[in-house]
């Protein structure tokens, strides 16, 4: 189910076979303690705090997919609140740079044509700025604004 290693001490080891639960995780976890003067100013952003959303398995995210492929389907809520994670936002705004980067190469190709076209990697960095922005950065700021004047 896991996916196994030939040899078992190996396995045993490196703790392969065996699923991660959040509590061990944690303790476990390689991100070591941060006392930045950031990390107090805004703690939404301590790794120690985002360790467990980032506990998915291939399986969890195979079957969220299925799921997710028809709309409103209740199954998805159950699986997704149980246990959320941040990986489906990182790869969905990671999806909008990439669309955007081919979608303006393919519109500068249909105008300029075969014989004058090259690839305009200028647009990636704009678009990611932008993207990211908005969806990590927007979050955080309407959190600390929050936090800042009483909201919360």
């Not at 196994?4 to 995780?25: M, T």
């Not at 390689?30 to 120690?48: E, G, H, M, N, R």
């Not at 489906?88 to 990439?98: E, K, N, R, S, Y």
């Not at 678009?127 to 004047?149: C, D, E, N, R, T």
Request: hydrophobic share 40%; charged share 15%.
């Amino acid at each position: 189910m896991y996916g196994k290693v030939g040899n078992k001490d190996v396995s045993r080891k490196l703790n392969i076979n065996r699923p991660r639960s959040n509590s061990a995780w944690r303790r476990t976890s390689a991100v070591p303690p941060t006392s930045s003067s950031f990390i107090k100013w805004c703690p939404l952003l301590d790794p120690q705090n985002l360790v467990p959303f980032f506990d998915v398995s291939t399986r969890e995210v195979v079957q969220r997919l299925g799921y997710s492929l028809v709309p409103f389907h209740p199954k998805f809520h159950e699986i997704y609140h149980a246990k959320p994670d941040l990986y489906g936002p990182f790869w969905i705004l990671t999806t909008l740079v990439t669309s955007l980067f081919i979608s303006g190469n393919l519109s500068r190709y249909i105008r300029l044509g075969k014989k004058d076209f090259e690839y305009n990697f200028t647009i990636v960095p704009f678009s990611a700025g932008v993207i990211y922005g908005v969806g990590f950065g927007l979050p955080v700021l309407v959190h600390s604004m929050q936090k800042w004047f009483g909201g919360l």
